[in-house]
């Protein structure tokens, strides 16, 4: 067989072959001095005083977090063939009584209601009942 009539995937296990002996051969460097880099060290992590002296948590981290709050009358469920027929002076009857408070909504979630008033001709609502962080927990799940 001359070197012509040679298998090229003979010649390539041939060529890997000599690289692994060759690599063998060679002193083996650890990958730590080889690379350079030393093994990192870090600090034990100490727990930073959440809580204030009277047990309230510290929200000033937090406190420049934009939040949509939002008031609702009441909310309906109507076909669009009715909503397309809407026009000036149309009436859109609401799940809610005259006089039941209005939900007070933050990020989409009820965390107060309270009743419609005008001050400086201007409306506003006066909270008649804030939700408590346990009931809202409760309302989500």
Known sequence: MSETDVDPNE???N???AALE???KE???PKKQASGAASAKFQELQQEDVAESDGEVSLDSILDVPVIISMEIGRTHIPIRNLLQLNQGSVVELDRLAGEPMDVLVNGTLIAQGEVVV???KFGIRLTDVISPTDRIKRLR
């Open 119 to 121: 001050v400086n001709e």
């Open 22 to 24: 060759q690599q063998e």
């Open 15 to 17: 060529e890997w072959a």
């Open 27 to 29: 002193e083996v460097i």
């Open 11 to 13: 010649l390539l296990a």
